[in-house]
């Protein structure tokens, strides 16, 4: 399966890359012009996260936009021997 963000679905997206020449109209020339274009791909900030899926930790893909809106719950953290008493 592709990377995608598991809570916003973000994921590589395709696009033109435009080549262009001359000098623009602002700067007293007659125009740019396009002299060629190529495909490229958008890619998302995607980081791999332990964070609660589903009521389990799981590692999985999550955009950086998802962790940023808090939409990523990370585990609680359990020190060891937390709970012993001697």
């Not at 190529?38 to 936009?65: H, I, T, Y």
Request: some cysteine.
């Amino acid at each position: 399966m592709a990377k995608t963000c598991v809570f916003t679905g973000r994921k590589s997206v395709f696009g033109n890359q435009k080549t262009y020449r001359g000098k623009a109209k602002y700067l007293g020339g007659v125009g740019k012009k396009i002299t060629g274009t190529s495909r490229r791909k958008f890619k998302p900030n995607l980081q791999k996260v332990l964070c609660m899926v589903d009521g389990e930790a799981k590692r999985v893909w999550v955009s950086c936009a998802a962790i940023h809106a808090g939409l990523v719950v990370k585990p609680l953290k359990v020190k060891p021997f937390g709970d012993v008493k001697v």
